[in-house]
């Protein structure tokens, strides 16, 4: 009898050890914030993304080119279109970056029968006629189908050199003038013969005809 009651003392006492044990994990366990749970319907992904679109459309908008026919009859205005074009962002490329470099030293001179002839440094030709056909390209998206046909049903680009600076015309020289004047076989003649001296010399002017 004496060794069952501690036996059912203990007994006793396990659960109440136990107890603390029970509530401190209940505690933790309402501690914790709740897990937030977002259900998105799909409309409202449907609703998203027009603004999506709408920001592309405004991007690609500021891309596209107005196709301007009238340029081809103003080959300057062209030639500025063109200038302001290669540096759009849109343009900005590492495809095209050579005709970029090149052109600012291009200028053009006329746009005849479908044919647009630019002028370039005699040391950069070479190079401009490797980027004629790209810029052919650029000339046609900004003018236009309309304009194409304007232009003779085709445009085209050719490089050329810069025509060459006629050679000045030589400055005359009265002192070696009359040294050529005396020196000749007839005015030296005729001055022995009359004992005169050549004070200057006269051009006579043509009897016109008729």
Do not use: C, Y
Not at 133 to 162: C, K, S, T, Y
């Amino acid at each position: 009898m004496e060794h069952a009651e501690p036996v059912e003392d203990a007994a006793q006492e396990a659960p109440a050890a136990q107890a603390p044990q029970t509530t401190h994990a209940r505690v933790q366990a309402s501690s914790q914030p709740p897990a937030r749970v977002v259900v998105e319907t799909p409309g409202a992904a449907l609703l998203r993304e027009p603004a999506r679109d709408a920001r592309r459309d405004e991007a690609s908008e500021g891309d596209r080119i107005v196709p301007r026919p009238e340029l081809v009859r103003d080959v300057r205005a062209l030639w500025i279109a063109v200038m302001e074009r290669s540096l759009h962002p849109s343009e900005q490329r590492q495809d095209n970056r050579r005709l970029r470099v090149l052109l600012p030293d291009m200028q053009p001179t006329s746009l005849v029968a479908g044919v647009l002839t630019v002028q370039t440094h005699p040391s950069l030709v070479l190079a401009s006629r490797g980027v004629a056909d790209e810029l052919g390209q650029l000339v046609r998206r900004l003018v236009g189908p309309q304009g194409v046909q304007q232009a003779g049903g085709e445009i085209r680009v050719v490089i050329e050199e810069p025509a060459a600076a006629p050679p000045a015309a030589a400055q005359p020289n009265p002192q070696e003038d009359a040294q050529r004047i005396a020196e000749h076989p007839l005015i030296k003649h005729a001055v022995e013969l009359f004992g005169g001296k050549i004070v200057g010399r006269q051009v006579r002017k043509r009897q016109e005809e008729g």
